[in-house]
């Protein structure tokens, strides 16, 4: 009964796994056709001291943890309000998730040129009525702006599942708290939060593993750029590959970040382990 899933868990990811790690070890450029030689870990070791891996391994560590911050801080202060009844929740519930259902690169595009365009963008009107000069986005804070993209997709994920879980908490701990007449800090702090541990958790684990492999907003708005300014781990490999023709290079490239990839997922697994056993 298992055999259909075991093949296709082999064939959409074993395979491609291996062929990856097959071609990491040898010389492969599109641009010089013929028999392929051993290349041993001198793919590896040419990737790793490349100038542009330091700056977009930082630029991934400040994608992650920038949309992090403003997703998971976010995410809280939209849960609190959408758990108030007001007229039309589930209408403003809808409309406050619906960003995670766009595809990234549309979202990119729009917040490329209708929102942060220095000319004729939503950004740029709104400085020029308050008598400011309009800020170009991409050129000035290109991470930041990227940054701010991805978190406003990821948003409503975060949202979601706090939500969720903010709506589990019992009315006894409600009920209690306004008996011994907690203040409102001292409820989110004591209350509220330690209950939305696990679920924090669980969007950090998620949220971490896919953001990890951020692409499209940066391949649409910056092309990595303003040189390798915008440039992560998963853009730096697809320029390698489809760029600069090298994919010994980029699949040496993409097995490093599978590796840094499986470390963050096992250092989180274990924080959610730690917080479930509590």
Do not use: C
């Amino acid at each position: 009964m298992l055999a259909p899933s075991v093949a296709m868990l082999v064939l959409w990811m074993a395979v491609p796994l291996a062929m990856t790690l097959y071609f990491s070890f040898i010389h492969y450029n599109l641009l010089t056709p013929g028999p392929k030689s051993f290349s041993g870990f001198s793919n590896y070791y040419f990737f790793l001291t490349d100038l542009a891996f330091a700056t977009a391994l930082v630029n991934t560590l400040i994608i992650v943890g920038g949309t992090l911050l403003i997703t998971v801080s976010g995410g809280i202060a939209l849960a609190l309000l959408l758990d108030q009844p007001v007229f039309g929740q589930g209408i403003v519930r809808i409309l406050v998730i619906s960003p995670f259902f766009v595809l990234p690169t549309v979202a990119a595009l729009v917040w490329k040129n209708m929102l942060m365009n220095p000319v004729y963008g939503v950004f740029a009107q709104i400085a020029r009525g308050l008598g400011f000069a309009p800020l170009d986005w991409f050129a000035r804070v290109p991470l930041l702006s990227v940054t701010i993209i991805v978190a406003w997709e990821w948003l409503p994920f975060a949202t979601l599942i706090l939500l969720t879980a903010l709506q589990s908490l019992s009315e006894e701990q409600k009920e209690a708290a306004e008996m011994d007449g907690a203040k409102w800090p001292s409820y989110f702090l004591h209350i509220v939060l330690p209950h939305l541990a696990r679920a924090i958790t669980v969007v950090i684990l998620i949220e971490t593993i896919f953001l990890l492999s951020v692409f499209a907003e940066i391949l649409v708005t910056t092309n990595g750029g303003p040189g390798v300014a915008t440039t992560n781990i998963a853009f730096l490999v697809y320029a390698q590959a489809l760029l600069q023709f090298d994919v010994g290079g980029a699949s040496a490239g993409g097995i490093i970040a599978v590796i840094l990839a499986n470390i963050v997922a096992v250092f989180l697994m274990r924080m959610i382990g730690r917080n479930l056993e509590a």
